[in-house]
C-alpha cells in the first residue's frame, strides 16, 4: 500500500508502503598513579618510537635528537618486512616506505607501496598464519575464544588485552618488531590524524552539530565497559592466566593506557570472511594502518591456504602506495575507526528517525500498519548520497500515515490493498512541512555553514583534526540540503503551495 497525494483528494491520510579500528600507540604519556609504577618501568622497555622518548612541546633540537635516537634504535633492530621474512614471509611484491608526519614531533609515518609494477590481479603479499595475531593464537583454544566474545568482551578488547600483554615482555616479545611498528604510527591512519576517541574535548567540539560526535561518546562508553570486564577474560583464558599468572590486567594497565590500545586495534584489525568466529578479527603485519583504505576499492585481505593475501585491483607503478577496501561504511565510522573522512565515499550516508506517537488513539492500528509495509513503529530511514531525493520519498509514506485522525479512515488505510486513499493538499502540506522544518533545525545545529566550511579548508595551515572534522561535517549538510531542497521542491509542487497546512495533533516524531 502507499499513502499518494491528491489535489482532488478531501483532507484525509491513506495507506502507504514501507565495531571496531587503528595503529597500536599503546603507550602515549598519562598519568600513573604508585600502584602501577612497576607497570610503567616496564612499559618503558617499550620501541624507542613510543611517546615517552618524546619530549612534548620541548625546543625543536631535541625533538630531533629524539627523533634520530628513535631512527638508530629502528636500524638497530631491522625493519618490520626482514622480520617477517625471517619468520617465514615468502618474497613479495610489496616494500615499507615513509612519508613526514604532520606533527615534526613524531616519526614519519609508515606505509606499504609496490615494489615494482603491478597489474590487476597480482598477488602483492601472502602472509601466512603464523604472523597473524587472531583469537584463536591468543587464547589457545577456539571454544573459549567463542565464549569470550558472545558475551561481555568484544574481539578488539582480547586483541588489545593480548597485545598490551606481550608489549611488557619488550624484546622478548615474539610480536616486538610488529608492536614496534604499530606504537610508530601513535594511534594515526595515513593522514596523521587520530581517531576521535583520542581526542580532547575541545577538539571534539570541531564535530558540534553532527551526530558523530555523540557516537564517539557512546563509543568512549563502551570501552570503558570493556576494560571493566578485563579481570574477567584474564581468569577465563587460560593461555593468559597462565602466562601472566600475576598481572591482574586492571592493575597492570590504567584504562587510558587500555583506551589507546584499543583504538589501535580498532583501525588495523582485518575482517576476514569465510573463516571460524576466533580467526574472523586479524591483526596482520603488511596490512592496516600501512595499508591505506579506500572507498572505492575492491581489493580485500582474504584468507587463503594458511595465509592472508591481498589481490590487487588496479595498476600500480614502483612506489604507488597500496590501497585496499574498507567496506561499505560511512564517512563517520570512517573518522571514527580510522580517522580519516573520504571525499568520493559513494558509501556516504546519514541517518532519519522517524516515530509513530506512543500517544496517539490510533497507535496500534497505526503500527499494524506500518508492520505490514516493512516498517516499524520507531523507523531508521538511510539517506545515502546522491539517493537524497529517493530517502525522501521513501519517508513519506511513513509520515502521512501519522496523519491519519480518523478511525474510520484509518480502517479504510488498513484494509486497503493498494494507493486508493490519497492526500489532500493542506494534509500533504502538513507532511512536507514538518519534514522541511526537521532538515532546517539540523543543519541550524551546525555552528558554522558550508561557505565557511569552503574557507576553512582552503587554509593549508589548518589542524589536521579540524580538516577531517570540517570535512565530516561539511559532507553531512550537503546531504542534508539536499534533502530540504528536494522537500521544496515538492510543496513548491502542489497546486497551490500556498496552502495553510492541516492540524495534526498527533505527528510523527523527528530525530
Not at 220 to 234: C, S
Not at 352 to 368: C, F, G, H, I, S
Not at 426 to 439: G, H, K, N, P, T
Not at 460 to 476: C, N, S, W
Amino acid at each position: 500500500m502507499d499513502l499518494v497525494y491528491s489535489p482532488m483528494a478531501k483532507c484525509i491520510s491513506a495507506p502507504f508502503p514501507s565495531f571496531t579500528h587503528r595503529p597500536l600507540a599503546l603507550f602515549s604519556r598519562v598519568s600513573i598513579s604508585p600502584k602501577y609504577a612497576n607497570a610503567r618501568r616496564l612499559w618503558k622497555m617499550c620501541s624507542a618510537s613510543s611517546s615517552d622518548t618524546l619530549v612534548d612541546n620541548g625546543p625543536v633540537k631535541e625533538v630531533r635528537k629524539s627523533l634520530e635516537v628513535a631512527s638508530k634504535k629502528e636500524d638497530e633492530y631491522g625493519d618490520l618486512k626482514s622480520w617477517m621474512h625471517e619468520n617465514g614471509l615468502p618474497p613479495c611484491k610489496v616494500v615499507i616506505k615513509d612519508r613526514p608526519s604532520h606533527d615534526a614531533k613524531h616519526l614519519p609515518i609508515h606505509y606499504v607501496a609496490a615494489s615494482e609494477d603491478l597489474q590487476a590481479g597480482d598477488i602483492a603479499f601472502a602472509v601466512p598464519d603464523s604472523l597473524v595475531v587472531t583469537l584463536e593464537r591468543v587464547l589457545g583454544n577456539e571454544t573459549i575464544a567463542e565464549l569470550l566474545t558472545t558475551n561481555k568482551l568484544s574481539e578488539l578488547a582480547c586483541l588489545a588485552l593480548y597485545l598490551m600483554y606481550e608489549k611488557k615482555q619488550g624484546k622478548k616479545s615474539f610480536w616486538y618488531p610488529y608492536i614496534r611498528e604499530l606504537d610508530r604510527q601513535r594511534a594515526r591512519g595515513q593522514l596523521s590524524v587520530e581517531s576521535p576517541l583520542l581526542w580532547s574535548d575541545a577538539e571534539l567540539d570541531y564535530l558540534t552539530g553532527s551526530p558523530t560526535k555523540a557516537e564517539v561518546l557512546e563509543r568512549a562508553e563502551g570501552i570503558k565497559r570493556e576494560y571493566n570486564e578485563l579481570d574477567t577474560v584474564w581468569f577465563m583464558a587460560g593461555s593468559l592466566f597462565q602466562q601472566y599468572p600475576y598481572d591482574i590486567p586492571t592493575e597492570a594497565f590504567p584504562f587510558e593506557i587500555f583506551k589507546q590500545a584499543f583504538v589501535a586495534v580498532q583501525s588495523c584489525v582485518v575482517h576476514l570472511q569465510k573463516v571460524s568466529l576466533a580467526r574472523r578479527f586479524a591483526l596482520v603485519p603488511l596490512g592496516p594502518p600501512l595499508l591505506s583504505y579506500c572507498s572505492n576499492c575492491k581489493a580485500m585481505l582474504a584468507a587463503v591456504n594458511g595465509a592472508v593475501q591481498l589481490v590487487v585491483d588496479r595498476s600500480y607503478s614502483a612506489g604507488d602506495p597500496i590501497v585496499v577496501w574498507c567496506g561499505p561504511q560511512p564517512n563517520s565510522k570512517l573518522l571514527i575507526n580510522y580517522g580519516f573522512v573520504d571525499e568520493e565515499n559513494s558509501y556516504d550516508r546519514l541517518m532519519v528517525e522517524a516515530a509513530l506517537n506512543t500517544e496517539d488513539p490510533q497507535y496500534q492500528d497505526k503500527r499494524l500498519a506500518a508492520q505490514r509495509n516493512g516498517k516499524l513503529s520507531v523507523q531508521a530511514f538511510q539517506v545515502c548520497v546522491g539517493k537524497e531525493r529517493e530517502a525522501v520519498l521513501e519517508m513519506l509514506p511513513y509520515l502521512r500515515l501519522g496523519y491519519v485522525s480518523d478511525p474510520s479512515e484509518m480502517q479504510t488505510v488498513l484494509s486497503s490493498q493498494g494507493p486508493i486513499c490519497p492526500m489532500s493538499p493542506c494534509m500533504e502540506r502538513a507532511v512536507l512541512d514538518q519534514l522541511s522544518d526537521y532538515f532546517r533545525a539540523r543543519l541550524a545545529c551546525y555552528p558554522t555553514t558550508l561557505s565557511e566550511d569552503e574557507a576553512l579548508l582552503s587554509d593549508a595551515d589548518l589542524d589536521p583534526k579540524k580538516r577531517v572534522a570540517t570535512q565530516l561535517v561539511r559532507l553531512e549538510k550537503k546531504i542534508l540540503n539536499a534533502c530540504l531542497e528536494t522537500t521544496v521542491n515538492f510543496i513548491n509542487q502542489l497546486p497551490d503551495h500556498s496552502v495553510s497546512p492541516c492540524p495534526a495533533p498527533f505527528a510523527p516524531t523527528l530525530k
